[in-house]
């Protein structure tokens, strides 16, 4: 029973950084998922897939595990540099991309 500890990125329907700043415990699956031969849907007996324990910082999610015994890896992740482009760039006169419009 491995734990993962990682800060969520993004999803790519998301402009904004809502839901990125906590960090996330996630437990790796001890059990493989298997497919039921009735309807088709694949489905686990392990519990612990379906836990998500959200943390403000780093250093509580790992005093949680140190706390409780359980093993854990640590997945940090560097932060993307927004490019700072303003609204007047996009009519510059020394524009080097095509305009696509």
Known sequence: ???????????????????????????????????????????????KQELHLHFDTKEEAIGYCEREGIPYQLFETNPAARARISYSDNFASLRREAWTH
Do not use: C, F, H, N
């Open 1 to 47: 029973m491995t734990a993962r500890i990682y800060k969520p990125a993004r999803t790519a329907m998301q402009s904004g950084r809502g839901k990125t700043k906590e960090w996330v415990l996630d437990y790796e699956p001890e059990q493989p998922r298997t497919v039921e031969p009735l309807m088709g849907w694949t489905s686990s007996g392990d519990m």
